[in-house]
């Protein structure tokens, strides 16, 4: 892998790139890096493929801008769009994980002609809601603690992530899901005064697919960067909601796929189901057994598989 920065779409993009061909953007979820690809892109790039993955905007070694607006889903896909014009291509398959696939399912409806094929990760296709999301949540979750909601307030969840990144990290990806479905999501949303980081579980060690370096990575780059960049994104839910009328009904008619861990608590929530009848040519959803919301770092010979195979099957030029 090698690494660069490019100008685009009025940010600078530090960016993960590898191999020739047919060219796939792997789009990182929150709170992540372009280098949560790791395992990726080697491997993409070894089956024939052209591959980059940006930190995206607020993220790592790419832009953090200020104002809050800079992070609506027209940037976010912008950055994306305007990223294949740096790189002299016309289309481009898009992966994403998490936030990254809220972005180019996203994407996927704006500018089709862009994209060749579409995959999600741990964060299925959701068709457009009937109101804002943020107003919804806050009806559904008035009782309780959601954190998204608890996301909405500038500085509040950025002061409490940014705290102590160690913590905040260790406790994100270290905690671990019992396999055998029985994770109850009650505690986590349960009325009181706690904040989002205080109800994950304490860091009880480093698990199989982690290793003390590569939590290291994470821990520096968040304590450079801190929250801010990130949380922003979730705060533009509702503007994003307001900018785009013209996605109520709106179809995916390139080639997608699913991938996510099979005990992923985010599943419970929006299960692949959820969007099933707005992906005009989905080629399946892929469930990793024993692998949670990390499941491109906690199962990746799983993922790579399932990516190639995908890729292979769109039967692109050059390939």
């Known amino acids: 892998m090698t690494s660069r920065v490019v100008s685009t779409n009025g940010v600078e993009l530090n960016l993960l790139e590898a191999g020739e061909g047919p060219l796939v953007v792997l789009s990182h979820g929150f709170p992540e890096l372009a280098w949560s690809w790791r395992h990726q892109i080697p491997a993409l790039a070894a089956a024939g493929y052209r591959v980059v993955a940006p930190d995206q905007r607020g993220y790592g070694g790419s832009s953090r801008p200020e104002a809050l607006e800079d992070y609506d889903i027209k940037a976010l896909t912008g950055d994306l769009v305007g990223l294949l014009d740096e790189l002299g291509e016309e289309k481009a398959v898009f992966v994403g994980h998490d936030w990254g696939s809220m972005v180019v399912w996203q994407l996927s409806l704006l500018a089709p002609e862009r994209v060749t094929g579409v995959v999600g990760m741990s964060v299925p296709f959701m068709p457009r809601a009937p109101m804002p999301p943020v107003q919804l949540m806050r009806q559904i979750f008035a009782d ?22 160690r913590d905040t990290m260790s406790r994100l990806l270290c905690a671990r899901m019992p396999e055998d479905g029985s994770f109850d999501p009650s505690t986590a949303m349960a009325k009181g005064d706690a904040g989002f980081v205080d109800r994950m579980p304490e860091f009880q060690g480093l698990p199989d697919w982690l290793t003390q370096e590569e939590l290291d990575h994470y821990v520096t780059e968040f304590e450079r960067t801190g929250f801010t960049g990130p949380l922003n994104w979730y705060r533009n839910m509702d503007r994003n909601w307001e900018l785009t009328p013209e996605l109520a009904g709106a179809k ?33 959803d892929v469930l990793v057994p024993g692998a949670g919301h990390w499941v491109q770092q906690e199962k990746p010979d799983e993922v790579n598989a399932a990516l190639i195979e995908f890729l292979d099957g769109l039967g692109l030029d050059g390939k």
């Open 252 to 284: 995916v008619t390139m080639p997608s796929l699913f991938i996510g861990g099979a005990i992923d608590p985010v599943l419970l929530m929006t299960p692949p189901t959820v969007g099933a009848d707005f992906l005009t040519d989905h080629r399946g």
């Open 144 to 165: 309780g603690f959601f954190y998204i909601v608890y996301f909405q307030d500038p500085g509040v969840a950025d002061a409490e992530l940014g705290r102590d990144p």
